[in-house]
């Protein structure tokens, strides 16, 4: 036959914000105050507790430092994206003369209408840009 350890006797003061607590967790649960603060002060003083903490706590960050990286990534891409459009753009449009200003910036309301609608069309389906882009494509900005 196994002898139980007697129980020591610890004397605590608690606020009465806490007090309070305590007793209405221990009434809600219908156990006693002394078994409530044991298993709270077992549990704050379990290595598991600070190491579960840590795991996710470090789980968490993990999560976050991919999506930064993955947000980082599609940023980069983006400008580039513009950058090259641009660079394009000035290269092969030579400016207009005065009189066809005005009908080109009429056509433009016109062309730029339907490019947000097609850009709202690829957005809905996909793919994205960005998923056509290997994940694993590095040093390669600025090669044209």
Same mark, same amino acid.
């Given at each position: &036959?196994?002898?139980?350890?007697?129980?020591?006797?610890? !004397?605590?003061?608690?606020?009465?914000?806490? &007090?309070?607590? #305590?007793?209405?967790?221990?009434?809600?649960?219908?156990? !006693?105050? %002394?078994?409530?603060?044991?298993? /709270?002060?077992?549990?704050?003083? %379990?290595?598991?507790?600070?190491?579960r903490?840590?795991?996710?706590?470090?789980?968490? #960050?993990?999560?976050?430092?991919?999506? &930064?990286?993955?947000?980082?990534?599609?940023?980069?891409? !983006?400008?580039?994206?513009?950058?090259?459009?641009?660079?394009?753009?000035?290269?092969?449009?030579?400016?207009?003369?005065?009189?066809?200003?005005?009908?080109?910036?009429?056509?433009a309301?016109?062309?730029?209408?339907?490019?947000?609608?097609a #850009? =709202?069309?690829?957005?809905a389906? =996909?793919?994205?840009?960005?998923?056509?882009?290997?994940?694993?494509? %590095?040093?390669?900005? /600025?090669?044209?």
């Amino acid at each position: &036959m196994t002898k139980i350890p007697k129980k020591q006797r610890l !004397s605590v003061y608690l606020g009465p914000d806490v &007090m309070k607590a #305590l007793a209405d967790y221990a009434a809600r649960r219908d156990q !006693s105050r %002394s078994l409530i603060a044991e298993a /709270g002060i077992a549990s704050f003083l %379990s290595p598991d507790a600070a190491e579960r903490q840590e795991a996710a706590t470090t789980k968490r #960050l993990d999560q976050l430092d991919r999506r &930064m990286t993955r947000m980082e990534r599609d940023l980069g891409i !983006s400008v580039e994206m513009l950058a090259v459009f641009v660079r394009f753009w000035l290269t092969t449009n030579p400016p207009l003369p005065e009189p066809a200003q005005a009908a080109a910036r009429a056509q433009a309301g016109e062309r730029y209408d339907a490019f947000v609608a097609a #850009l =709202g069309r690829r957005l809905a389906k =996909g793919p994205k840009v960005r998923e056509e882009i290997s994940e694993d494509v %590095s040093g390669v900005a /600025g090669a044209e």
